[in-house]
């Protein structure tokens, strides 16, 4: 299905403009146009009269910001709801409303964003981007589950403390399934004090994303009290113009983070990039496929006192303890046709599915603690420590997979 991209100016239906939405699951509602400007988008509409265990979408057409979402969830047997948001951002997941009388209420912060910066400016996406529900201009809800039981949506601009993302395949909402990072997965325990913006896009380079005005449009909303996260390595390592490399370029574009951060009064934190699965011939211990690339971020972290979350580390922490095999659980390694069209196996040593994602998340969330971030007041209550010595176990984790899947590798390795 193609998805608008771009709003265009004539095109904007009048609600867009309204400041708070309120819709009654209860009751028919529309498909998803530009005249009503929201409705039930992208899978068929749920039937109320006889309600199904099928995934559904709700789309409304709200400006760029923040919103706080509130969910009312129950109303039939056995419902089980998992909730994501935008680009397959999970926000609150296996919600039980066991009897038909049971509800319960779930509130969150959705990011919402459009490409354009000011005047005739955006961001330059790609042309795969086109088709995310990230840069449209619509908010878009997934209700997904064993039983998605939805009753109301109310919708309410917001104003909170953002952290925004910025970084590479291992960060961005992944658009498919079986893919998924880290960067859509925090958002699950962060509760409606605080929103998650992920500009990350697979493939880019710290030089390319500053090149293709995501920085810009950080810059554009970015306040005091906002918090950028920089996660770049992957594919930094792969540039080969003159200059290029860890010790001069690469450092050269994250001290233009760091100062066009601090310009606008907010805080910038590092994380050293993952770990790609390669093991060395005794298949306990990872090599270093990253060269002297995390090193030369902490040392602009520490010249620049800039807090650092050593990903890095945690991830080989994590993959070794995992194990050669039990490794593999967490990124895209699965036998053939196990999604439609995929004819071969899949096997992926960088790239997370959602499991490995949920794992990366975590380590990301025990960062933030151990570096005292402002941020952690804004946990959930039922956040629990995690240690990468310790990572949960890929047996039980619990995962809705959305309709969409895509076999093809994202950009970047």
């Known amino acids: 299905m193609k998805r608008m991209w771009m709003a265009v100016v ?7 403009m309204a400041q708070t939405f309120d819709f009654d699951l209860t009751k028919a ?3 998803y146009n530009v005249q009503d400007g929201y409705g039930y988008d992208i899978l068929p509409a749920p039937s109320v009269k006889k309600p199904t265990a099928e995934p559904f979408y709700f789309s409304v057409a709200v400006p760029d910001g923040n919103y706080r979402v509130r969910v009312e969830l129950g109303g039939v047997k056995n419902g089980n709801t998992t909730v994501r948001a935008e680009g397959r951002r999970l926000m609150m997941d296996n ?12 509130e969150f912060v959705v990011n919402k964003r459009s490409t354009l910066i000011e005047g005739d400016k955006r961001v330059k996406i790609k042309d795969r981007e086109k088709e995310y529900l990230t840069w449209d201009e619509k908010l878009t809800l997934e209700f997904n589950g064993p039983q998605p039981a939805v009753r109301s949506i109310h919708i309410e601009p917001v104003d909170v403390p953002t952290i925004y993302l910025c970084g590479n395949s291992t960060v961005v909402d992944q658009a498919n399934e079986p893919w998924a990072s880290w960067g859509q997965l925090i958002t699950r325990w962060f509760g409606p004090e605080v929103a998650v913006s992920n500009h990350a896009e697979s493939g880019l380079t710290a030089r390319t994303f500053i090149g293709s005005y995501r920085l810009d449009k ?7 009290g906002d918090y950028v996260f920089v ?5 930094d390592e792969k540039e080969k113009r003159p200059g290029d490399g860890a010790w001069y370029h690469y450092q050269y574009q994250l001290k233009i983070f760091v100062d066009e951060v601090r310009a606008k009064g907010a805080e910038i934190v590092f994380c050293t990039p993952t770990q790609r699965r390669a093991f060395n011939d005794d298949n306990k211990t990872l090599k270093n496929t990253h060269g002297d690339f995390p090193a030369a971020m902490k040392m602009v972290a520490e010249r620049e006192r800039v ?10 922490v ?5 194990g050669f095999e039990d490794s593999k659980r967490a990124l895209v390694h699965y036998p053939a046709n196990t999604f439609p069209g995929q004819p071969k196996a899949l096997a992926d040593n960088t790239h997370f599915n959602p499991y490995g994602a949920s794992q990366v998340a975590k380590c990301v969330v025990m960062g933030m603690k151990q570096l005292n971030l402002p941020l952690v007041k804004f946990l959930r209550p039922d956040w629990q420590d995690f240690d990468p010595a ?3 176990d890929w047996n039980t984790f619990q995962w809705a997979p959305a309709r969409n899947a895509d076999v093809v590798k994202p950009d970047g390795n």
């Open 29 to 31: 509602l529309p498909i």
């Open 95 to 106: 919600i039980l409303t066991p009897k038909k009388k049971d509800t319960q209420v779930v």
């Open 307 to 316: 807090p650092l979350i050593d990903l890095n580390q945690m991830t080989k």
């Open 390 to 392: 310790q990572p949960d």
């Open 10 to 16: 004539a095109m904007i239906p009048t609600m867009m």
């Open 218 to 224: 950080i810059l554009q909303t970015l306040k005091k």
């Open 231 to 235: 996660e770049f390595g992957h594919n």
């Open 318 to 322: 994590l993959f070794e303890t995992l």
